[in-house]
């Protein structure tokens, strides 16, 4: 009976480890899919100098209003600077400006990049595999010790 118990927990065990690795595996997407790329977070403290960086494009439309940008994400487009502004009713808006060098160079300095985050949750994830992993054999090797005494029995 004691060693159903714990040959149930080790399978447990082998799905929380093979999850583990399913997660660190799909993660890679997302992992390639946000290298290069740099968000800013807009908030009071900083929307009146990303909106004086913005008015230097002549590609920025004035009907959008400033105060509704949440954040704008940048990203380096084949030798074009891709600037993407998200606003809070969901609407999105692209710049292809090479002119807001002023605006990279803010971004690239206070902003963020989610390839980090999800970097750093594979490294997590990684160690709880490793240590699931040694605990899932040592309790194989206590069902082996149930099982040889079993036999001399």
């Known amino acids: 009976m004691r060693r159903n118990r714990l040959v149930i927990l080790e399978l447990l065990l082998m ?7 399913v997660c660190v595996v799909f ?5 390639f899919r946000g290298i290069g790329k ?5 908030n009071d403290n900083n929307r009146l100098e990303i909106e004086q960086m913005l008015k230097e494009s002549s590609d920025y439309d ?5 105060k509704e940008l949440k954040k704008i994400q ?12 998200y606003y809070k009713k969901g609407e999105e808006k692209e710049l292809y400006d090479d002119n807001l060098d002023t605006l990279r160079d803010y971004i690239k300095q206070n902003g963020y990049s989610k390839t980090m985050y999800y970097v750093v949750i594979d490294v997590v994830i990684i160690f709880i595999v490793l ?23």
Do not use: P
């Open 27 to 31: 993660s890679v997407y997302f992992i």
């Open 74 to 85: 940048f990203f380096m487009n084949f030798n074009d600077l891709e600037f993407t502004l």
């Open 62 to 66: 004035d009907t959008y209003d400033i």
């Open 15 to 21: 799905i929380i480890i093979f999850i583990g690795i």
């Open 131 to 153: 240590g699931v992993n040694a605990g899932r054999k040592n309790l194989s090797n206590r069902i082996d010790l149930i099982d040889k005494q079993d036999e001399n029995n």
């Open 38 to 42: 740099t968000i800013v977070n807009v």
